[in-house]
């Protein structure tokens, strides 16, 4: 399962929210829930199998934690929806740029051909 498939689930998102507070046991979890422990832990079996969790075995319990990095893909997804077209001034800067560059070159072009000529009659 990916990061998307992973979160399509009302309860492995609530999982989530409840996992950026910090790193949870599966019992503890369980009981913010209407469901099983073995629904939850078959939530976070499929939320690690997508990496967006890990687990660390404390002792005799497993705490589950969540691996921010691994939302990336989703986070740029949204980023791409929300970020509409550039404003008019945006390139601003980089017309000014171009034009100033394509100076320059016309200049040097303009002194490189002078200087050919002043070789050639020399």
């Known amino acids: 399962m990916d990061v998307f498939g992973a979160l399509a689930d009302g309860t492995r998102r609530s999982l989530l929210s409840e996992l950026a507070g910090g790193p949870r046991r599966v019992v503890d979890l369980a009981a913010r829930?209407?469901?099983s422990r073995p629904a939850v832990s078959k939530?976070?079996?499929l939320l690690l199998e997508a990496g967006v969790v890990s687990v660390e075995d404390r002792g005799r319990e497993r705490y589950y934690a969540l691996e921010p990095a691994a939302l990336g893909p989703v986070a740029a997804y949204v980023a791409g929806l929300t970020a509409g077209p550039l404003p008019e001034h945006a390139?601003?800067?980089l017309e000014t740029e171009v034009r100033r560059t394509t100076r320059e070159r016309e200049q040097?072009?303009?002194r490189d051909q002078h200087t050919d000529r002043s070789d050639r009659t020399a």
Do not use: G, K, Q, Y
């Open 33 to 35: 829930h209407d469901i």
């Open 43 to 45: 939530h976070l079996r």
């Open 91 to 93: 390139l601003d800067a």
């Open 108 to 110: 040097r072009s303009t």
